[in-house]
């Protein structure tokens, strides 16, 4: 299985990216990183979005997902939220 996360460099912190970092090397899951230009219609301009693909089992992934929504609400508690998507892609379309 497969979770992707979609994140907007401009409105997510870097504490957010360390924590999902950490939590991957943590669970020995394997990722894949890449950049993307999307428009931002917020600040009408082209942004960079981060693009972390991470490749484990569904429990794995799934607790790993539990895990970042829960702390992405502890930090929109405390500050604004930022924008990310997280999806799973089977890997039998691929």
């Not at 895990?67 to 500050?79: P, Q, V």
Request: proline share 1%.
């Amino acid at each position: 299985m497969i979770l992707e996360f979609k994140v907007d460099e401009l409105s997510v912190q870097g504490a957010w990216l360390k924590t999902l970092y950490d939590l991957i090397d943590e669970l020995n899951c394997k990722a894949q990183t890449f950049m993307e230009e999307k428009y931002n219609t917020n600040r009408n301009c082209f942004a960079p979005v981060r693009v972390v693909k991470i490749f484990g089992s569904n429990s794995m992934l799934s607790w790993l997902k539990l895990r970042m929504e829960r702390y992405n609400h502890f930090i929109d508690s405390l500050n604004y939220q930022g924008t990310f998507a997280a999806s799973f892609i089977d890997e039998e379309d691929t």
